[in-house]
C-alpha cells in the first residue's frame, strides 16, 4: 500500500511537471507583428505554418526569427495571428540565419529538417539541424556528406528521401551535383550528375505523382536561366532528362516558387526575379500532360510580385510567405492566398477556409487541450490519493482494534535444554539452550507434534511444565 501511495505521488508529479512544461509552451505563444523578410523557409507540419530564419530587407535578422501559424481554423489574411517560438528552450542551437532548406520528413513524416544555408553573423552552422515536438537537435548523419550550401530548394519522395540539387556551396561554386538526405535512417548518398542540368541556384522543384522530380529556371554567375526547358530526374531509375516547353512561356527567373496542382496534372508558379528588377508577371502554369506555359483565368486583383519568398500548398490554397516586393502600407499581407481549387479560375482571396469535410486539429488548441486535461487528471489524481491514504488509515486502525487468534491462544515457549545444561528449570537457558515458539492453537498441527515429541524422546520423557499444559489439547 506505502508503494502504491509512492507510485501516485511519482505520476502526480510527473503530470504536473508535463503540465508546467506545456504551459512554459504556451506562454510563448503569443500573437505578435514580425517584421517584413525574405530567403526564409516555410514548412507545413501537422496543421502548422513554421517560418524559420531570413534576414529583413536591410539585410538584418528579423525580430522573432521562429514564427508559427495555426493553419487548421479560418484566418484572414489582414488580421494574421502569428505567433512567436523564438524563445524556445533550446531554440538558441540553431543561429539567426537565411537561404537555408527546410522540409519535412523523418519516420513519423513530421520532423522538420534544416540544412545548409548562412548565418548572418558568419558563425558556422552545422550542416542538418532537426526540430520534433518543438525540440531542436543536431543529428548524427552516415555517409559522405555535401558541403554545406545555400540556395537550395529541397524535395522529397514517398520513402522519406530529401533530394538535394546544386546550389552554391562554402567554397563559393555553383555546383549541380545531386545529394539524398535519408530523412528515416539518417544516412547521405550521392547519385548521378549524368545530364544534369547546368549548375544552379534559386530554382524551383516539385516531386510529381510519377515519381520524377522537376527542376525549372535559377540562377548561374548572374545569368538568370530560361524556362523553355525544364528537367526531370527519375528517383527510380536515378536518370536525367530534359524536355522542352512550349506555349505561352514565361520570361526567365529565378527566386521563385511553385506548387503542383490538386489535380497532379499541372505546376503553377508565381513570382520571380531576372538579373535587375522583380518580373511583374507573376503567375503562369505548366501543363504537365503536353508540358506548355499558359497564364491561368483568375479575378482581378491588384497584388505586387514577389521574389526570394516561399510557398507551400495547404488544402485547395497556394499559400505565399513574405518575401521581397511589397510592403504592408498597400493591399499586400505578409501572406498571398491563391484558391486552385477550380483550374477554370484560380480566385486570390485574403480568406482561408479549411475544408469542412477535412478534420483538423488545432495545435494551439491541442496545447489548451493538454493543459487542462493534464490538470484534470491531476485534480483527480489527488482526489483519489486522498481518499485512498484516509481508507488505508481507517482500515489500519480497524485492523489495531481487532483481537488476533495468538491474543486468544498466547505463545507457549518450550525450553530445550542442550545436552550440556544442567542449570535449573526456573533460570535462564544457556546460550546451548534451544527455544521452540509454538502457537497456543496447535491442535490441527501434526507437524508440531512430531517435534514435540522428538524433544521429549530427548530428554528421556521428562515433561516441562509447558507440556502439561499441551496435553490438555492434545
Known sequence: MIFLNNSLIYVIFGILLQLLLVVKVYSQILTIKPDL?????????????????????????????????????????????????SNLSNNDIVPSHQFAAAIKGGADNNTLFLYGGMNLDNNPMSLVYTLNNLSWDTPKINGTPPNGKLFITPVIDYNGLIYLFGGYSTENIYTNDMFILDSINLSWK????????????????????????????????????????????????????????????????FAFSSVLGLDGQRIIIFGGMNSTHIISEALYVLDLNNYNWYIP???????????????????????????????RDDSDSDILLLDISNNDQYAWTTSFDPTPTIIHSSNIGVVIGVVFGSTFVAILLLIGSYYLRKWYKNKKEQTDT??????????????????????????????????????????????????????????KGIPTSGEDHREDHP
Open 190 to 253: 550521392n547519385v548521378s550528375s549524368i545530364n544534369a542540368p547546368s549548375p544552379r541556384i534559386e530554382y524551383s522543384a516539385v516531386f510529381l505523382p510519377n515519381k520524377k522530380i522537376i527542376y525549372m529556371g535559377g540562377q548561374f554567375n548572374n545569368t538568370t536561366l530560361p524556362l523553355s526547358e525544364v528537367y526531370l530526374y527519375d528517383t527510380v531509375n536515378d536518370i536525367w532528362t530534359t524536355q522542352m516547353t512550349g506555349g505561352s512561356i514565361p520570361s526567365a527567373r
Open 297 to 327: 483565368s483568375f479575378f482581378e486583383q491588384q497584388l505586387n510580385a514577389r521574389a526570394e519568398h516561399k510557398t507551400v500548398l495547404i488544402d485547395k490554397y497556394m499559400v505565399i510567405t513574405f518575401g521581397q516586393g511589397y510592403t
Open 402 to 459: 481487532i483481537t488476533t487468534p495468538e491474543e486468544e491462544h498466547p505463545r507457549e515457549i518450550l525450553r530445550i535444554p542442550g545436552e550440556k545444561n544442567t542449570q535449573d528449570q526456573n533460570q535462564q537457558p544457556t546460550s546451548t539452550s534451544q527455544i521452540l515458539q509454538i502457537s497456543g492453537n496447535t491442535s490441527n498441527s501434526l507437524q508440531n507434534n512430531e517435534m514435540i515429541q522428538e524433544v521429549r524422546d530427548e530428554n
Open 37 to 85: 523578410r525574405y530567403d526564409h523557409t516555410a514548412t507545413l507540419i501537422r496543421d502548422g505554418l513554421y517560418i524559420i530564419g531570413g534576414a529583413t530587407p536591410d539585410g538584418k535578422t528579423p525580430n522573432y526569427p521562429f514564427l508559427f501559424l495555426d493553419v487548421s481554423i479560418p484566418f484572414d489574411t489582414k488580421q494574421l495571428k502569428w505567433h512567436d517560438l
